[in-house]
């Protein structure tokens, strides 16, 4: 018979151990954060914290489950479907709850795509490539939106360096992305270490529709320049008081977002 008391414990050391280790990384990057740009309003910064806090207690516990199940993470009301590309040590889990908002827009199935972050940017965008060439054949679509988080709008401007990402991609949108690269000049695991430390380095960017929504507190991906795309095609929406991850689930975001999704050629 199983040592219900034993389980118990086990578990509840569980949960502290991870609690303490997501209040652990919200407290260092914030300081970070702080360190670059100042501490601005202490009030509007504490509240970040939390709701930064309380995005990851919610969201990474479901990573395990989304590396098996939840390709399809949504669909809409017709249009073009959507490929949502997860960032730096995450996975499509990142994407449920903004699917789930977007359920009710003019928008198509909606899917996540899963890659490892340790790969170099060309590999993942080769991988991407073939996913997006699956989506098209499920849906019947002859393109796709891309909607990428953090290191995953480094992966769509690799896709979309060269004619057959542009020729599979209608339109396609970053959050909070490190466009131009971040401060950090720590250790970072993975081949593409040099992407996120100095951005994409395109020359050109592509000739689509473009947005890119970021947050001046952003405690991953700053200055909040690093986010800015210089393009005529591009439309760039500055947040204010919202985190890396509370940026994806602003409702800003999630209206802006479906705006420009539901967007005519």
Request: charge should be positive; aromatic fraction near 8%; charged fraction near 15%.
């Amino acid at each position: 018979m199983p040592d219900l008391p034993l389980i118990g414990s086990i578990l509840a050391a569980t949960v502290v151990a991870y609690a303490a280790g997501v209040a652990l990384f919200v407290l260092v990057t914030h300081a970070h954060l702080v360190w670059h740009r100042g501490v601005g309003r202490p009030g509007v910064l504490l509240r970040q914290m939390l709701v930064e806090a309380g995005w990851a207690l919610v969201v990474q516990p479901m990573m395990p489950a989304c590396y098996f199940v939840g390709r399809k993470v949504g669909a809409g009301k017709g249009g073009t479907p959507i490929v949502f590309i997860h960032g730096y040590g995450h996975n499509r889990c990142a994407f449920v709850f903004l699917a789930r908002r977007l359920r009710g827009a003019h928008v198509g199935a909606m899917y996540g795509f899963n890659y490892s972050w340790l790969r170099s940017l060309h590999d993942i965008a080769r991988s991407l490539e073939v996913f997006i060439d699956e989506v098209k054949a499920e849906t019947g679509a002859s393109r796709v939106d891309l909607v990428c988080h953090s290191m995953g709008g480094l992966v769509a401007m690799q896709l979309l360096s060269d004619e057959r990402g542009l020729s599979r991609t209608r339109r396609f949108a970053t959050i909070a992305a490190p466009h131009g690269g971040v401060a950090y000049r720590g250790p970072i695991a993975g081949r593409a270490a040099r992407e996120l430390r100095n951005g994409h380095g395109l020359q050109a960017l592509p000739a689509l529709p473009m947005m890119s929504v970021y947050s001046d507190g952003d405690n991953i991906v700053f200055p909040k320049q690093s986010s800015h795309l210089d393009s005529p095609r591009a439309e760039n929406l500055e947040l204010t008081g919202v985190g890396h991850l509370g940026v994806l689930y602003s409702p800003d975001t999630v209206r802006s977002l479906t705006r420009f999704l539901e967007a005519a050629d």
